[in-house]
């Protein structure tokens, strides 16, 4: 599975859009991209996953580039519980339903 | 409808003893897989069931084992522990094979 890059680190005030990019420049056309956050102390939650079309659901949208080497995860109104670990995760859609995680990104929500 | 749950929450062992942790799927869910989550890193993946078979197995040592039952709840079983086995233990299910997954709560485990 392709490796994926996030900033360390990322702030964000109440109430505003929190978004939170990752590269992946050596996706593969049978990969996809998976986003999933974790509230400390907390198992990992499922956000949204897409393979090259943009995806919204009630928590979230993903925007994945055209080349498909890049997304952001937007998070509209962010809130403090939004506060969390959010982790981009590129998964080939066969085999094992193993996921890599890598150190993600800690959003901090500032009220 | 209830998530995935996992017992015991928390667990004290020494060194050398064995460690059996316990994960029941969300309804309806056939596969389940198994994580560790040392301080401070992302959960590394250790063990995928579907339908009572192992699917996937990721670099962890023959101590560790697992098995999945007819209910689709799972065991992961960890002989002769060692400090290092010190974590957060993660079980994931999804519906099939390749769906997304749904963590429980995790089994925090300290070996002394």
């Known amino acids: 599975d392709a490796k994926t890059t996030q900033p360390p680190s990322m702030d964000c005030a109440e109430g505003r859009a929190a978004n939170l990019p990752c590269n992946h420049s050596?996706?593969?056309?049978?990969?996809?991209v998976y986003w999933y956050r974790q509230i400390h102390s907390q198992g990992p939650q499922y956000i949204i996953h897409?393979?090259?079309n943009n995806e919204t659901n009630e928590m979230a949208s993903l925007i994945i580039t055209e080349d498909r080497k890049s997304s952001t995860l937007i998070l509209p109104h962010a809130t403090l519980r939004d506060t969390a670990v959010y982790y981009c995760i590129v998964r080939v859609a066969t085999g094992a339903n193993n996921l890599f995680f890598g150190t993600g990104t800690r959003l901090t929500v500032i009220p | 409808d209830a998530g995935v749950t996992q017992s015991p929450t928390h667990l004290i062992k020494t060194r050398g003893q064995q460690v059996t942790l316990r994960c029941s799927p969300i309804?309806?869910?056939?596969?389940v897989s198994w994580y560790q989550q040392v301080l401070g890193q992302g959960p590394q993946f250790i063990f995928q069931y579907y339908e009572k078979e192992e699917r996937g197995r990721g670099n962890f040592p023959d101590r560790f084992s697992a098995r999945q039952f007819p209910n689709y709840s799972s065991e992961l079983n960890v002989n002769a522990l060692l400090l290092g086995d010190s974590a957060l233990y993660l079980c994931?299910?999804?519906?099939?094979?390749?769906?997304?997954?749904?963590f429980g709560p995790g089994t925090r485990l300290t070996v002394l």
């Open positions: 897409g393979l090259k």
């Open positions: 309804s309806g869910h056939k596969s």
């Open positions: 050596t996706i593969s056309g049978n990969e996809y």
């Open positions: 994931a299910s999804s519906l099939a094979a390749l769906n997304e997954q749904f």
